[in-house]
């Protein structure tokens, strides 16, 4: 197909095509003559792939690169495609404190995982408590160790999906494990949302501006 | 304190702070002379909530912008706070599919939620079932009722927080609310990295790239 067929098919816009081509994110077409380049399924399957991650996950063009590259290459351990895409999160702009980072490892013990110090998770986590602290609100902290529980629920059942699909080869684990991760948040914080309205109707009769 | 001082104590840089005053996230200085300008403890503290909703909970300054206002607000009631808040996502840049919106509000029934047709969350869920879809990878949402369940112990820790401020003022009802529901999506993800490592690691014996 045509770059606008393309277009039109993945609800991507040919400018935006021809800049992922440029970033390494997507193959190049197939030139078939003077201004012609074709377009495969592939191409397709791809532009749908990074959609997914950029629009919906909201992952940076770079940071897409970095995962796709990872879920691509089949000597990629299982373990380093789940590393690569536990990195999708954003990054502290300074290193978390050692007292927030000691303050999540610890919640973490308490719930029995076992976790390696370079987990990007356990910067992030940090990194919003020691936010919490620099506004002065500690008591928010308070949230913790019910988040680790809700945390160990999402990841049981983020695991059954890629146990599922073990069968299915390396490229779709690895596909699993890149977009059940980075719009798995999106699908978490969009149920969060839902279950905040409802709680906060059951206790104060009110949750919602409609 | 100068500007330079007010930079130095919240971590912002001078052109940031500049650009936050021109767009009316922080309030302007106070003129004491040609080319100098005092700022006070009030715009730390508000630096300190902008830095926060920006750079750990991700939010672009326009969103910024709408949840400080609605937070700024003494006659704003609860309910409207929660809901601006809650408008911190991700925009699907198209509308979701009825099917995936009934399908999420399906999941939401079942839990025993009772949630608005506009919570916000509704759509952002539905726009990854979407994209699941479009990805031929439906099996992903089996995870919906898992994800519903964590999402719910979640709300009632977000809310516990929530009522244990109700006394100290709307002000600081409403930076819990802020806050909570923005920096808490960025803790819950770095939660949910640590656990799916360890959940990893005790099923298929690697999780970690080191």
Redesign the interface.
């Known amino acids: 197909m045509r770059i606008a067929e393309l277009a039109a098919a993945s609800?991507v816009s040919a400018t935006s095509i021809k800049w992922y081509v440029s970033e390494g994110l997507l193959p190049p077409g197939e030139r078939t003559g003077y201004n012609q380049t074709e377009y495969g399924n592939d191409h397709l399957?791809r532009l749908?792939?990074i959609?997914?991650l950029v629009?919906?996950g909201?992952l940076s063009v770079a940071a897409a690169k970095d995962v796709l590259a990872a879920a691509d290459d089949p000597a990629h351990?299982?373990?380093?495609t789940?590393?690569?895409a536990?990195a999708s999160?954003?990054r502290?702009?300074?290193p978390p404190s050692t007292e927030s980072l000691a303050r999540?490892a610890d919640?973490?013990r308490r719930?029995?995982?076992?976790?390696?110090d370079?987990?990007?998770?356990?910067?992030?986590?940090?990194?919003?408590?020691d936010?919490?602290l620099?506004?002065g609100?500690d008591?928010?902290a308070?949230?913790?160790p019910?988040?680790?529980?809700?945390?160990?629920?999402?990841?049981?059942?983020?695991?059954?999906?890629v146990?599922?699909?073990l069968d299915a080869g390396p490229a779709t684990a690895a596909?699993?494990v890149v977009?059940?991760?980075v719009?798995?948040?999106?699908?978490?914080?969009?149920?969060?949302?839902?279950?905040?309205?409802?709680?906060?109707?059951?206790?104060?009769g009110?949750?919602?501006?409609?």
Not at 146 to 161: F, G, I, Q, S
């Open positions: 609800g399957t749908r792939l959609r997914s629009e919906v909201g351990p299982f373990g380093d789940l590393g690569i536990q999160l954003p502290p702009t300074s999540v919640v973490a719930q029995g995982w076992v976790v390696h370079g987990n990007p998770g356990l910067a992030a986590a940090a990194a919003v408590l936010r919490y620099a506004l609100r008591d928010l308070a949230v913790l019910a988040y680790a529980r809700a945390a160990e629920v999402v990841a049981e059942a983020d695991l059954d999906t146990s599922k699909k596909q699993t977009v059940g991760t719009l798995g948040d999106a699908l978490l914080a969009g149920l969060r949302r839902m279950a905040q309205e409802s709680e906060s109707v059951r206790r104060f009110t949750g919602s501006p409609s």
